[in-house]
């Protein structure tokens, strides 16, 4: 049979000529090979598995839906103002109570004294009363926790804000808890009486530093339980996610404890739901069910998932944008972060970029917004660029294609010699620095088509401090939020 040509799927018809033109065998699926434009830092291609159906923060009764459950909250309206009342009470004179017991205590680094923990029963008190006003009449225990000589550390899966507030009243343990935590008004208070280990999960060495407070803390008998939520962040109860290795890096034995809140009605997780509205509805409920063992994934039944603490900022960075549909941007960030060493903060910032390439309500970008965001204009090596990350070869990606490409070439072994080699190259007069004239002359090799215009704005995205130059650490800073555009350097 004769070969029929075919200009390139990526790109609409226009009136310039195409830029890819591909002999296809009629009798083979018609997909696009296009040639890989990272071959020269050592990139054989990637993969991307197939997105997980599990949204681990959603919680699924977030809107009042049913005749019961309106009428139910219609009359507990008169009984959720007195909780209200009990609850704001309860906080306020535990408040009080904790501020006497941290009264004139310097000493933060040793144990709490027994007359100060004393004290703090009151508020102990307190936290049980503030689970009555949010309905838990009564919490059911299954199996008895081991004594703290022989499991110092506790680990819990983590659903609601309503954990903290148990195991404050059930075993006033040491928690690790976020840094953020200490400014809360009222709860930062109480939360210190814990003898927290406050930890920065971006910092690498404050992860060192409280690793090393929990192995301190938990080899002293003198010092309560250490209590972690390996999961880091709040899930809706259905899934087990990936755990942080914290608790486990000490070596000392481990308490592991189940927490479930059954019901049918209400869910009671703290997913994507803002705060007020959960309490609502809790005030509204005429019981609340809470469950506690100690076992973890088997007793809970749940499938294991690679979503973490990562995913949730990336979740919760859709949503600010006004995504129609913010789950499609998680990733299973335990994964990526395995594979390609991305840190949670890195993904958020590629999620910045990909946002502004006005994704359409089923998550996909276009070429032409792909070609707007990078300064690309559409020719050979554009459309390979764009091809490398369009494994489907449809003319759309999605961010895990974005963020999975965009980190393949990022970490490529060769990757930042070749950005030196091509700042060097640049830099034809050696003054340290690059004027828009040596920028110019070097992308049009890459980019022969481009008209003054656009190669301002290409130069503009390099300059990164906006001084006029591009200098050594403006074109590294770029290249690193935009690996993909290392391919504009390849010899």
């Not at 991305?342 to 070609?371: K, Q, R």
């Amino acid at each position: 049979m004769a070969d029929l040509n075919l200009t390139s799927p990526l790109l609409q018809p226009s009136d310039h000529q195409p830029q890819v033109v591909l002999a296809v065998d009629p009798d083979q699926p018609r997909t696009t090979h296009l040639e890989n434009p990272f071959e020269f830092i050592g990139s054989r291609g990637f993969s991307v598995p197939e997105p997980s159906t599990l949204d681990p923060f959603r919680n699924r009764t977030a809107r009042i839906e049913g005749v019961y459950e309106w009428v139910k909250i219609v009359m507990c309206l008169p009984l959720a103002l007195v909780r209200l009342l009990l609850f704001g009470s309860c906080l306020l004179i535990g408040y009080v109570a904790t501020k006497l017991g941290l009264y004139g205590w310097k000493d933060r680094h040793n144990p709490m004294p027994r007359w100060r923990c004393r004290l703090m029963w009151v508020t102990r008190i307190c936290t049980r009363c503030i689970l009555f006003s949010f309905g838990y009449h009564w919490i059911k225990r299954r199996g008895r926790p081991a004594p703290r000589d022989t499991a110092p550390i506790v680990v819990s899966n983590h659903v609601s804000y309503v954990d903290p507030i148990f195991f404050f009243y059930e075993l006033f343990p040491t928690i690790v808890a976020s840094e953020s935590h200490d400014t809360m008004p009222f709860v930062g208070t109480i939360i210190r009486s814990m003898q927290v280990i406050y930890v920065n999960r971006f910092s690498p060495s404050s992860r060192k530093h409280a690793v090393s407070e929990i192995k301190r803390k938990a080899s002293c008998n003198r010092f309560p339980r250490v209590l972690l939520f390996p999961e880091g962040t709040t899930s809706n109860g259905r899934v087990l996610m990936s755990f942080q290795l914290g608790a486990f890096i000490p070596g000392y034995p481990i308490q592991p404890v189940v927490v479930r809140y059954p019901h049918v009605h209400f869910d009671q997780s703290w997913g994507h739901i803002a705060l007020g509205k959960l309490m609502f509805r809790m005030f509204t409920q005429f019981h609340n069910f809470m469950e506690t063992g100690n076992a973890i994934a088997s007793a809970l039944n749940v499938v294991q998932t690679s979503h973490s603490y990562g995913d949730l900022m990336l979740l919760s960075k859709a949503s600010e944008a006004k995504q129609e549909n913010p789950s499609l941007y998680m990733v299973e960030m335990a994964k990526v972060e395995n594979s390609f060493h991305l840190s949670s903060l890195e993904a958020v910032d590629f999620l910045d970029t990909f946002l502004s390439m006005n994704p359409d309500p089923s998550g996909h970008v276009g070429i032409h917004d792909f070609f707007r965001v990078l300064r690309l204009k559409a020719c050979n090596l554009s459309e390979k660029i764009f091809g490398f990350i369009d494994l489907h070869k449809i003319g759309r990606i999605t961010f895990q294609q974005f963020l999975l490409g965009s980190a393949h070439v990022l970490k490529q072994p060769l990757f930042r010699q070749a950005c030196e080699l091509a700042f060097t190259d640049c830099d034809i007069d050696e003054s340290h620095y690059m004027t828009e004239q040596e920028f110019s002359d070097s992308i049009t090799l890459a980019i022969p088509n481009m008209n003054r215009d656009e190669m301002h704005e290409l130069f503009k995205l390099f300059d990164t401090d906006s001084d006029g130059r591009i200098c050594k650490n403006d074109f590294s800073n770029c290249l690193r939020r935009n690996p993909l555009l290392i391919a504009l350097f390849s010899p």
